[in-house]
């Protein structure tokens, strides 16, 4: 259908919108459900491993990316983080697991 039509031209049957309503209701409880059930095994992964929560959502993201961009991003990104940890971060932080540091 035309997306330019004017407020005269338009026309919707109650019916076929409702049917698109259900539809759109249906897949979205699917998607709600799936949604979930991706928390669930983010938050059980992050759990077991130890994980920082963001940390694996950085490295789901990257490792989304095509081959190229997620090459093109690590040219990049790899160089950067070294030079934050060794010019700034590791020296401004401990290891709050370190039960040397802790003490």
Excluded: C
């Excluded at 338009?10 to 539809?23: I, N, P, T, W």
């Excluded at 992964?45 to 991003?73: C, N, P, Q, W």
Aim: charged fraction near 30%; charge should be negative; proline fraction near 2%.
């Amino acid at each position: 259908m035309d997306g330019n039509l004017s407020n005269e031209e338009f026309q919707v049957g109650a019916s076929a919108l409702q049917v698109q309503l259900d539809e759109l209701a249906d897949l979205g409880g699917t998607v709600s459900e799936a949604n979930g059930d991706l928390r669930s095994l983010i938050k059980q992964i992050v759990d077991e491993e130890g994980y920082h929560k963001r940390a694996l959502g950085v490295i789901r993201e990257i490792d989304k990316m095509s081959e190229t961009k997620r090459a093109d991003f690590l040219r990049t990104f790899g160089p950067m983080l070294d030079a934050m940890r060794a010019g700034k971060w590791d020296t401004d932080t401990t290891d709050m697991f370190d039960p040397a540091v802790a003490e």
